[in-house]
């Protein structure tokens, strides 16, 4: 018979020893995907180079910066949350967010929107309905989501949406067909990102500064906004153009049911 | 630092704000837990990591009441021996045993160890090693019996609550690991590596009493 030489104490006392600690990704994983952090990566647009940031909720943040630290300090003073650099974006959001610039309507890509009023977060989804290639004055998202009367306020949150490009809110306009401000480095910006998208800003421009705000087809008589891609199969022989939806009206044609013009605040 | 009851009534109030709080208190030994549960270092993170995010979504959904009313310890403990225990189920289907042992190697850290001498810390860390060896040979309830109550350092009562079993049961698991791990130790090494190998409990002893 030989005695035992391991005791329980001993055994015990080697056991605890054998705690670790985990790997920093431990927790910063848990707060990431608990939407209580966020990391960031670098993506290529229109507009050249951007950063994405993004949560287990969804894209949090879309913005320019000139260096990763002027990105991150903006993001920490505007959402409060900490931040992290990532590797890369993950390579389902990679692919949904390429698809979703390319055009591509249909691609889900879900967002924190958290912290956001009821009325912004509908005007970001409302200007995720509008074509690429296409334009909505302030007034149609105003009316489309109820508020007729909320021209400036639609204004006011498109201006702060969190997640340019991703959200389209370049392709809302003034309502006299001017390209307006944009959150993403002003009119300029805003023009590249139409034009990158495939529309003629320049043209889209001279034809609000001659009074147009809406196109129709003789042979149709249906009555749409200018950009509206029915409206721009329509041959130049059979385009007609109205100042207002009530000229149109009077002239026996009816709003098109694709891009639904309103009537604009003067 | 609060007490767990604190941090669960601040939870209670304020999960968002709490959280990360809980993270820090929690998330090394729930690595600890799914690390001796499962060998390996990288299921081991998905594993903690989950049951932190699951632990965040269970308590979204409780009442502020029942969330205050949490012990953390025991609850946590609960959360990640089910998710490797789930793990494990499916590492079973596709590794076989030979594989588990290099794995362990990557569970230690040496430069943390700043006591003692170099020769003293690789013994050590060969103690450790063939101690985390021996735990995985244990039966799937006994090892979780004996991560929780000796490595973890949970009570009986809160080891019982964890698991789901009686403390008669968790305290006769626990002996019964110990007897094991103890047979597991002082036997002889297989393969040996030289050919004057002593007994490993006699190897093992000065650097098992060595720790403190």
Same mark, same amino acid.
């Given at each position: 018979?030989?005695?035992? =030489?391991? =005791?329980? &104490?001993?055994?015990?006392? +080697?056991?605890?020893?054998?705690? +670790?600690?985990?790997? %920093?990704?431990?927790?910063?994983? +848990?707060?990431?995907?608990?939407?209580?952090?966020?990391?960031?990566?670098?993506?290529?647009?229109?507009?050249?180079?951007?950063?994405?940031?993004?949560?287990?909720?969804?894209?949090?943040?879309?913005?320019?910066?000139?260096?990763?630290? =002027?990105?991150?300090?903006?993001?920490?003073?505007?959402?409060?949350? !900490?931040? =992290?650099? &990532?590797?890369?974006?993950?390579?389902?959001?990679? $692919?949904?967010?390429?698809?979703?610039? &390319?055009?591509?309507?249909?691609?889900?890509?879900?967002?924190?929107?958290?912290?956001?009023?009821?009325?912004?977060?509908?005007?970001?989804?409302?200007?995720?309905?509008?074509?690429?290639?296409?334009?909505?004055?302030?007034?149609?998202?105003?009316?489309?989501?109820?508020?007729?009367? %909320?021209? *400036?306020?639609?204004?006011?949150?498109?201006?702060? !949406?969190?997640?340019?490009?991703?959200?389209?809110?370049?392709?809302?306009?003034?309502? $006299?067909?001017?390209?307006?401000?944009?959150?993403?480095?002003?009119?300029?910006?805003? *023009?590249?990102?139409?034009?990158?998208?495939?529309?003629?800003?320049?043209?889209?421009?001279?034809?609000?500064? *001659?009074?147009?705000?809406?196109?129709?087809?003789?042979?149709?008589?249906?009555?749409? !906004?200018?950009?509206?891609?029915? &409206?721009?199969?329509?041959?130049?022989?059979?385009?007609?153009?109205?100042?207002?939806?009530?000229? +149109?009206?009077?002239?026996?044609?009816?709003?098109?049911?694709?891009? *639904?013009?309103?009537?604009?605040? %003067? | 630092?609060?007490?767990?009851?604190?941090?669960?009534?601040?939870?209670? @109030?304020?999960?968002?704000?709490?959280?990360?709080?809980?993270?820090?208190?929690?998330?090394?030994?729930?690595?600890?837990?799914?690390?001796?549960?499962?060998?390996?270092?990288?299921? #081991?993170?998905?594993?903690?990591?989950?049951?932190?995010?699951?632990?965040?979504?269970?308590?979204?959904?409780?009442?502020?009441?029942?969330?205050?009313?949490?012990?953390?310890?025991?609850?946590? #403990?609960?959360?990640?021996?089910?998710?490797?225990?789930?793990?494990?189920?499916?590492?079973?289907?596709?590794?076989?045993?030979?594989?588990?042992?290099?794995?362990?190697?990557?569970?230690?850290?040496?430069?943390?160890?700043?006591?003692?001498?170099?020769?003293?810390?690789?013994?050590?860390?060969?103690?450790?090693?063939? /101690?985390?060896?021996? /735990?995985? #040979?244990?039966?799937?309830?006994?090892?979780?019996?004996?991560?929780?109550?000796?490595?973890?350092? /949970?009570?009986?009562?809160?080891?019982?609550?964890?698991?789901?079993?009686?403390?008669?049961?968790?305290?006769?698991?626990?002996?019964?690991?110990? @007897?094991?791990?103890? #047979?597991?130790?002082?036997?002889?090494?297989?393969?040996?590596?030289?050919?004057?190998?002593?007994?490993?409990?006699?190897?093992?002893?000065?650097?098992?009493?060595?720790?403190?």
């Amino acid at each position: 018979m030989t005695i035992s =030489t391991l =005791t329980d &104490a001993v055994l015990e006392r +080697a056991l605890r020893e054998l705690r +670790a600690t985990a790997p %920093a990704s431990v927790g910063s994983g +848990a707060l990431v995907a608990t939407g209580l952090a966020d990391r960031y990566a670098r993506i290529d647009t229109a507009l050249g180079r951007a950063f994405v940031a993004w949560n287990g909720r969804g894209v949090s943040w879309v913005g320019q910066a000139p260096d990763a630290d =002027t990105f991150e300090s903006r993001f920490r003073a505007e959402v409060g949350r !900490n931040i =992290t650099a &990532a590797e890369a974006l993950p390579a389902r959001l990679a $692919d949904a967010i390429r698809r979703r610039l &390319a055009g591509d309507r249909r691609v889900r890509i879900p967002l924190d929107l958290r912290g956001h009023t009821p009325f912004e977060v509908a005007v970001w989804m409302k200007a995720l309905e509008i074509p690429r290639g296409e334009v909505r004055p302030y007034g149609w998202v105003a009316a489309e989501i109820g508020r007729p009367r %909320a021209v *400036r306020a639609v204004g006011t949150a498109l201006a702060h !949406n969190p997640v340019p490009l991703v959200v389209p809110c370049h392709r809302v306009v003034r309502s $006299d067909g001017l390209i307006g401000q944009y959150s993403m480095g002003g009119p300029d910006a805003k *023009r590249r990102v139409l034009v990158s998208e495939g529309l003629d800003t320049g043209w889209l421009e001279a034809e609000a500064a *001659r009074g147009i705000r809406f196109t129709g087809s003789d042979t149709t008589h249906i009555v749409c !906004n200018p950009t509206c891609r029915d &409206a721009r199969r329509v041959t130049p022989r059979h385009r007609v153009t109205f100042p207002s939806l009530a000229a +149109a009206a009077s002239a026996g044609y009816r709003p098109c049911k694709h891009c *639904r013009p309103v009537s604009l605040a %003067a | 630092m609060d007490t767990d009851a604190a941090l669960a009534s601040r939870l209670a @109030r304020d999960l968002e704000a709490g959280f990360p709080d809980l993270v820090e208190g929690h998330r090394d030994r729930l690595f600890t837990i799914a690390l001796r549960l499962l060998g390996d270092r990288r299921d #081991a993170e998905e594993v903690a990591q989950d049951a932190l995010v699951r632990a965040f979504r269970a308590m979204q959904g409780y009442q502020p009441e029942r969330t205050a009313a949490l012990r953390l310890r025991p609850w946590l #403990a609960s959360i990640a021996v089910n998710l490797a225990r789930n793990r494990r189920r499916r590492a079973d289907d596709r590794l076989p045993p030979s594989q588990l042992e290099p794995m362990l190697a990557t569970g230690f850290d040496l430069a943390q160890d700043g006591r003692s001498g170099p020769a003293q810390r690789a013994d050590r860390l060969e103690t450790q090693r063939e /101690l985390a060896t021996a /735990l995985l #040979a244990l039966r799937p309830s006994v090892r979780a019996a004996i991560v929780l109550r000796h490595v973890d350092g /949970l009570s009986v009562t809160e080891t019982a609550e964890a698991l789901g079993r009686p403390e008669g049961t968790i305290k006769a698991q626990v002996h019964r690991g110990l @007897r094991e791990l103890r #047979a597991m130790l002082e036997s002889e090494p297989a393969p040996p590596l030289t050919t004057t190998a002593p007994k490993r409990a006699e190897r093992l002893r000065p650097a098992l009493e060595a720790i403190r």
